[in-house]
Protein backbone atom coordinates (compact mmCIF):
# COMPACT_ATOMS: atom_id res chain seq x y z
CA UNK A 1 0.00 0.00 0.00
CA UNK A 2 1.25 3.56 -0.82
CA UNK A 3 -0.25 6.39 0.00
CA UNK A 4 0.90 9.83 -1.42
CA UNK A 5 -0.51 13.82 0.04
CA UNK A 6 -0.47 16.81 -2.17
CA UNK A 7 -1.59 19.90 -2.27
CA UNK A 8 0.22 21.41 0.79
CA UNK A 9 1.49 25.27 1.10
CA UNK A 10 0.68 28.29 2.45
CA UNK A 11 -2.39 29.73 3.01
CA UNK A 12 -3.65 32.88 4.72
CA UNK A 13 -5.54 32.96 7.72
CA UNK A 14 -9.48 32.62 6.71
CA UNK A 15 -8.25 30.72 3.73
CA UNK A 16 -8.77 27.23 2.30
CA UNK A 17 -6.75 24.55 1.01
CA UNK A 18 -7.71 20.94 0.01
CA UNK A 19 -5.23 18.48 0.83
CA UNK A 20 -5.29 14.73 -1.76
CA UNK A 21 -3.78 11.44 -0.65
CA UNK A 22 -3.48 9.21 -4.26
CA UNK A 23 -4.16 5.78 -2.91
CA UNK A 24 -2.45 2.37 -4.34
CA UNK A 25 -3.51 -0.69 -2.28
CA UNK A 26 -3.01 -2.96 -4.90
CA UNK A 27 -5.36 -6.65 -3.84
CA UNK A 28 -5.22 -4.55 -0.30
CA UNK A 29 -8.95 -3.79 0.58
CA UNK A 30 -8.66 -0.28 2.82
CA UNK A 31 -12.45 0.43 4.24
CA UNK A 32 -11.09 3.05 7.00
CA UNK A 33 -8.72 5.90 6.37
CA UNK A 34 -7.93 8.94 7.97
CA UNK A 35 -5.91 12.33 7.66
CA UNK A 36 -3.28 13.08 10.80
CA UNK A 37 -1.42 16.15 11.72
CA UNK A 38 1.71 17.09 13.49
CA UNK A 39 2.21 20.57 14.35
CA UNK A 40 6.27 21.69 15.79
CA UNK A 41 6.56 20.79 18.70
CA UNK A 42 3.90 18.49 19.32
CA UNK A 43 2.56 14.88 18.89
CA UNK A 44 0.61 13.81 16.31
CA UNK A 45 -3.06 13.96 16.12
CA UNK A 46 -6.05 12.81 14.59
CA UNK A 47 -7.39 15.65 12.29
CA UNK A 48 -10.45 13.44 10.67
CA UNK A 49 -11.46 10.06 10.15
CA UNK A 50 -13.67 8.06 7.36
CA UNK A 51 -15.17 5.17 7.42
CA UNK A 52 -18.18 3.46 4.81
CA UNK A 53 -21.24 5.60 6.37
CA UNK A 54 -19.15 7.32 9.14
CA UNK A 55 -16.72 10.82 9.64
CA UNK A 56 -15.21 11.77 12.56
CA UNK A 57 -13.43 15.08 13.39
CA UNK A 58 -11.41 16.66 16.23
CA UNK A 59 -13.27 19.25 17.96
CA UNK A 60 -10.92 21.94 16.57
CA UNK A 61 -12.02 21.39 12.97
CA UNK A 62 -15.35 20.57 12.90
CA UNK A 63 -17.29 22.58 10.79
CA UNK A 64 -14.18 23.93 8.78
CA UNK A 65 -12.68 20.90 7.35
CA UNK A 66 -13.90 17.66 5.39
CA UNK A 67 -12.52 14.42 4.58
CA UNK A 68 -14.09 12.40 1.69
CA UNK A 69 -12.56 9.80 -0.33
CA UNK A 70 -13.59 9.09 -3.66
CA UNK A 71 -13.09 5.48 -4.95
CA UNK A 72 -12.99 5.48 -8.79
CA UNK A 73 -10.05 7.98 -8.28
CA UNK A 74 -8.65 5.90 -5.65
CA UNK A 75 -8.53 9.20 -3.44
CA UNK A 76 -8.51 10.66 -0.32
CA UNK A 77 -9.34 14.51 0.55
CA UNK A 78 -9.49 17.13 3.23
CA UNK A 79 -11.03 20.24 2.59
CA UNK A 80 -9.76 22.96 5.33
CA UNK A 81 -11.49 26.07 5.24
CA UNK A 82 -11.34 29.14 7.71
CA UNK A 83 -7.76 28.15 8.42
CA UNK A 84 -6.25 29.11 11.64
CA UNK A 85 -3.08 29.92 12.50
CA UNK A 86 -2.88 26.53 14.77
CA UNK A 87 -4.02 24.64 11.99
CA UNK A 88 0.28 24.90 10.52
CA UNK A 89 0.97 21.57 10.59
CA UNK A 90 2.53 18.43 8.64
CA UNK A 91 -0.83 16.32 7.20
CA UNK A 92 -0.53 12.92 6.94
CA UNK A 93 -2.48 10.29 5.34
CA UNK A 94 -3.09 7.51 7.38
CA UNK A 95 -4.52 3.59 6.74
CA UNK A 96 -4.85 1.12 9.33
CA UNK A 97 -3.26 -1.99 8.15
CA UNK A 98 -1.60 -4.95 9.59
CA UNK A 99 1.07 -5.94 10.77
CA UNK A 100 1.50 -2.34 10.85
CA UNK A 101 -0.49 0.67 9.80
CA UNK A 102 0.23 2.55 6.50
CA UNK A 103 1.04 6.52 6.55
CA UNK A 104 2.09 8.27 3.74
CA UNK A 105 4.97 11.19 3.44
CA UNK A 106 3.47 13.99 4.63
CA UNK A 107 2.60 17.34 3.37
CA UNK A 108 3.01 20.82 4.85
CA UNK A 109 0.46 23.61 5.77
CA UNK A 110 1.64 26.64 6.77
CA UNK A 111 -1.53 29.41 7.72
CA UNK A 112 -0.13 32.48 7.93
CA UNK A 113 -1.93 36.25 9.42
Known amino acids: VKLVESGGGLAQSGGSLTLSCAVS????????MGWYRQAPGKQREMVAR??????TYVDSVKGRFTISRDYAKDTLYLQMTSLKLEDTAVYYC?????????WGQGTRVTVSS
Open 94 to 102: YAPGWPFDY
Open 25 to 32: SGTVKIDR
Open 50 to 55: IAPGNT
